[in-house]
T-cell receptor, first 114, second 113 residues
Framework: NAGVTQTPKFQVLKTGQSMTLQCAQD?????MSWYRQDPGMGLRLIHY???????DQGEVPNGYNVSRSTTEDFPLRLLSAAPSQTSVYFC?????????????FGDGTRLSIL | DQQVKQNSPSLSVQEGRISILNCDYT??????FLWYKKYPAEGPTFLIS?????DKNEDGRFTVFLNKSAKHLSLHIVPSQPGDSAVYFC????????????FGTGTRLTIIP
């Protein structure tokens, strides 16, 4: 049971570089989301998707892009990395459309921007 | 503006005793609440949830209480076990709103053997 798999687990980037954080789930979940966790703050929603081809912005979307071409994958792209994007990123999925289905989280990607 | 607040950053409890973790919210539109548990270097794991139509929900050693008038919920763990040592996050959402879950800042629970 892989659940939600995130790669890489750790990454160091220089300011201005771009990269893609990968997220894959094998539970056939319709809904997928990206969160970031910063010290002293709760997890904050970046982008989410309610199905293949459908994405929407969350609370803190600036500087990030997403796409959902398959049910399984939901990559998060940093277009031009900034030190403010240093954070731990969590991908989550849940079985839609029941609104009370809980999120299942991956183990996170720890990203440092120098 | 922190809409979900966990005012105790940390809590230590003796093994076998009751652990009570608290959470307050300010947005009266929230009608569904969840607790997540997080170990270091892992993602949050869903623990228990409660809808605003209830004031209590139990699952084994875990009970969540909701006081809507006070905008307060609490998680009770009885009896506390060493494996319960983790960070606990409270989260809230509008059940038929968008996908956004609003999280608290977490409480680190340490169970003392």
């Amino acid at each position: 049971n892989a659940g939600v798999t995130q790669t890489p687990k750790f990454q160091v980037l220089k300011t201005g570089q771009s990269m893609t954080l990968q997220c894959a789930q094998d539970m056939n979940h319709e809904y997928m989301s990206w969160y970031r966790q910063d010290p002293g703050m709760g997890l904050r929603l970046i982008h989410y998707s309610v199905g293949a081809g459908i994405t929407d912005q969350g609370e803190v979307p600036n500087g990030y892009n997403v796409s959902r071409s398959t049910t399984e994958d939901f990559p998060l792209r940093l277009l031009s990395a900034a030190p403010s994007q240093t954070s731990v990123y969590f991908c989550a999925s849940r079985q839609g459309p029941g609104a009370d289905q809980p999120q299942h989280f991956g183990d996170g990607t720890r990203l440092s921007i120098l | 503006d922190q809409q979900v607040k966990q005012n105790s950053p940390s809590l230590s409890v003796q093994e076998g005793r009751i652990s009570i973790l608290n959470c307050d919210y300010t947005n009266s539109m929230f009608d569904y609440f969840l607790w997540y548990k997080k170990y270091p270097a892992e993602g949050p794991t869903f623990l228990i949830s409660i809808s605003s139509i209830k004031d209590k929900n139990e699952d084994g050693r875990f009970t969540v209480f909701l006081n809507k008038s006070a905008k307060h919920l609490s998680l009770h763990i009885v009896p506390s076990q060493p494996g319960d040592s983790a960070v606990y996050f409270c989260a809230a959402k509008v059940l038929f709103g968008n996908e956004k879950l609003t999280f608290g800042t977490g409480t680190r629970l340490t169970i003392i053997p």
